[in-house]
T-cell receptor, first 114, second 109 residues
């Protein structure tokens, strides 16, 4: 158990819909990272927050947005969903701002778009 | 960000030592070398991190030559449960942590 909690674990929805994925980082961790992993694909970095502020962006689509709240939990919002958005979405947290520290990953949220 | 190159896949048998080499020719002075392990449908798990020479923990050893242009993750006496994808990352203290395609290790009985 990494200490990072992601909900929901599974989500099935239809094209055009909007979903919200939630991540609770480990206690004390200030940085939250979001990744997307499609079937048999590598991990695609989406976005990173540190203590409520956006710090880095990867290949995140405009239809996707995220935020980190004062209690440090984070949400990833996916809208106008397409079939290709079906993937595992991972959240990771670390105590430090930068990436040289160990990242702790959650178990992921599996999104299926029909 | 330094680009890494590692084998796409490797096969081994239980009880053998496995060495996975990663090339990172344009590694920068501030970069660290980090390895993660990922099982199917699970999030990656940090294995080991080093800057130079050798680092060892209860899971693996990491060998880094003096020029730091490559590194080798060594898994002693692998078991079936070591079947996973192993990612080599070269990271500075930036905010992005970019994973490559990794090495898919298959351990056979």
């Amino acid at each position: 158990d990494s200490g990072v909690t992601q909900t929901p674990k599974h989500l099935i929805t239809a094209t055009g819909q909007r979903v919200t994925l939630r991540c609770s980082p480990r206690s004390g961790d200030l940085s939250v990272y979001w990744y997307q992993q499609s079937l048999d694909q590598g991990l695609q970095f989406l976005i990173q927050y540190y203590n409520g502020e956006e710090r880095a962006k990867g290949n995140i689509l405009e239809r996707f947005s995220a935020q980190q709240f004062p209690d440090l939990h984070s949400e990833l919002n996916l809208s106008s969903l397409e079939l290709g958005d079906s993937a595992l979405y991972f959240c990771a947290s670390s105590v430090v701002r930068g990436s040289t520290g160990e990242l702790f990953f959650g178990e992921g949220s599996r999104l299926t778009v029909l | 960000l330094a680009k890494t190159t590692q084998p796409i896949s490797m096969d081994s048998y239980e009880g053998q030592e496995v060495n996975i080499t990663c090339s990172h020719n344009n590694i920068a002075t501030n970069d660290y070398i980090t390895w993660y392990q990922q099982f199917p449908s699970q999030g990656p798990r940090f294995i080991i991190q080093g800057y130079k020479t050798k680092v060892t923990n209860e899971v693996a050893s990491l060998f880094i030559p003096a020029d730091r242009k490559s590194s080798t993750l060594s898994l002693p006496r692998v078991s079936l449960s070591d079947t996973a994808v192993y990612y080599c990352l070269v990271v500075a203290n930036t905010d992005k942590l970019i994973f490559g395609t990794g090495t898919r290790l298959q351990v056979f009985p």
